[in-house]
T-cell receptor, first 117, second 114 residues
Framework: NAGVMQNPRHLVRRRGQEARLRCSPM?????VYWYRQLPEEGLKFMVY????????ESGMPKERFSAEFPKEGPSILRIQQVVRGDSAAYFC???????????????FGPGTRLTVT | KQEVTQIPAALSVPEGENLVLNCSFT??????LQWFRQDPGKGLTSLLL?????REQTSGRLNASLDKSSGRSTLYIAASQPGDSATYLC?????????????FGSGTRLLVRP
C-alpha cells in the first residue's frame, strides 16, 4: 500500500505565476489535510477536505489560495499570483475517516517545496 | 485556542547521553498528542502517539509521556546516537474540533555529536 504521494517534490515559480500542488492520499483514505511549513517553523494547518467537500478552511489565506479534492483524482492546492512569502514546504496528510479508532490518524506525504523567485 | 510550544528550540549533546525534549500545550482538552521526526528537507515520520487516556508510550529507545493536567508532554531519548540528529515536532489534536486537525509546535532541532 503506497503512502501519501505528493508532486512535484520541488517547484520553482516566478512572482505572479500560479502554483499547483498535488496530493494523492493513501489507498482507501477519503480525508485530506494540507499544512504549510515556513523555514524554521512548525507546520500550520491550512485546510481539511473530504471527497468533493471543504470541511475546514480556517487556516487558508483569504486570497489567492484554493483547494479541492474531486471525486476522482488527487487533491489540488492552488496558489495564484505567487509572492516570495509563499515560499515554504507544503505537506499533505490523509486519514481513512469512517469512525472508529484510527479514523482520523494522519499519514503525511513527503511535501512539496515551493520556491518563488 | 490551542497553542503548542517546544523547548528548547535547539539542543546539542554528545553521543550516548540520555535527553528529554519538552512540549507544552495551553488547552488540556486534547484527543491525542503525537511526536514526529523530520529530517532536513524531508517529510514527517510519526514516532509515538499518546491517546488522551494514556500516560505514556514506548518504542525502542524512545519514551513519550503525557500529563494533560499540566499541559505537558516529554519525549525521552535513551543512549542518543548521531543518527538521532533531526528536528522533533510535537502536535496536539484538539478534542472539540470536528476537523481533527493537528496543532504543531515549532520543533526542537537535535544534534548528537559523535
Amino acid at each position: 500500500n503506497a503512502g501519501v504521494m505528493q508532486n512535484p517534490r520541488h517547484l520553482v515559480r516566478r512572482r505572479g505565476q500560479e502554483a499547483r500542488l498535488r496530493c494523492s492520499p493513501m489507498k482507501g483514505h477519503s480525508h485530506v489535510y494540507w499544512y504549510r511549513q515556513l523555514p524554521e517553523e512548525g507546520l500550520k494547518f491550512m485546510v481539511y477536505l473530504q471527497k468533493e467537500n471543504i470541511i475546514d478552511e480556517s487556516g487558508m489565506p483569504k486570497e489567492r489560495f484554493s483547494a479541492e479534492f474531486p471525486k476522482e483524482g488527487p487533491s489540488i492546492l492552488r496558489i495564484q499570483q505567487v509572492v516570495r512569502g509563499d515560499s515554504a514546504a507544503y505537506f499533505c496528510a490523509s486519514s481513512p475517516g469512517g469512525g472508529g479508532q484510527g479514523a482520523y490518524e494522519q499519514y503525511f506525504g513527503p511535501g512539496t517545496r515551493l520556491t518563488v523567485t | 485556542k490551542q497553542e503548542v510550544t517546544q523547548i528548547p528550540a535547539a539542543l546539542s549533546v554528545p553521543e550516548g547521553e540520555n535527553l528529554v525534549l519538552n512540549c507544552s500545550f495551553t488547552d488540556s482538552a486534547i484527543y491525542n498528542l503525537q511526536w514526529f521526526r523530520q529530517d532536513p528537507g524531508k517529510g514527517l515520520t510519526s514516532l509515538l502517539l499518546i491517546q488522551s487516556s494514556q500516560r505514556e508510550q514506548t518504542s525502542g529507545r524512545l519514551n513519550a509521556s503525557l500529563d494533560k493536567s499540566s499541559g505537558r508532554s516529554t519525549l525521552y531519548i535513551a543512549a542518543s546516537q548521531p543518527g538521532d540528529s533531526a528536528t522533533y515536532l510535537c502536535a496536539a489534536k484538539p478534542l472539540m474540533d470536528s476537523s481533527y486537525k493537528l496543532i504543531f509546535g515549532s520543533g526542537t532541532r537535535l544534534l548528537v555529536r559523535p
